[in-house]
């Protein structure tokens, strides 16, 4: 008779199983998602640049733009610099940009985290400044958690 899940459950707990490497829950990314009704090109093409395009087309009948934050020309680990570069940014749309921005069905921040593998929690803090600034710009926030992918995944 094969083992069931609970001999699995006992060898993992008694350390019997190979080993994983423990790795600790971390912040990836943060992600700019609009859905529009109209293109959203010329918005994408001023934050050229200053973000990383993910997206910029036609998704299921709308248009839509994806953006990573680069904080001095970079992909950034700080959850407070990304916030804060995207931030000044499309608060410093200029005035036809912004009433596109404006305009459109969605504006999401995507904060994505990698679970990690046995870790401690992981707490993050967006400060009480940001969420002002989020919400003046009617900015939903997501969190998008990855599971661990071990290195045969990777």
């Known amino acids: 008779m094969p083992p069931g899940p609970l001999h699995f459950a006992m060898r993992l707990s008694l350390g019997v199983w190979p080993q994983m490497k423990r790795e600790a829950a971390s912040f990836i990314n943060l992600d700019l998602e609009v859905n529009s009704g109209v293109s959203l090109s010329r918005l994408a093409e001023h934050l050229k640049g200053s973000v990383f395009i993910l997206h910029n087309g036609g998704v299921k009948g709308m ?8 904080v001095g020309g ?6 407070r610099a990304c916030t804060a570069h995207f ?3 499309l608060e410093a749309l200029p005035s036809d940009l912004a009433a596109t921005f404006k305009c459109t069905k969605s504006r999401v921040f995507d904060y994505g985290f990698e679970g990690g593998f046995e870790s401690k929690p992981l707490s993050v803090h967006i ?28």
């Open 74 to 79: 970079r992909l950034s680990k700080s959850i």
């Open 127 to 154: 400060s009480q400044a940001h969420l002002t600034r989020i919400a003046r710009l009617g900015l939903q926030v997501r969190i998008t958690i990855y599971p661990h992918r071990g290195a045969a995944d990777a």
């Open 87 to 89: 931030l000044d940014l």
């Open 63 to 70: 248009y839509r733009l994806c953006a990573e934050s680069l």
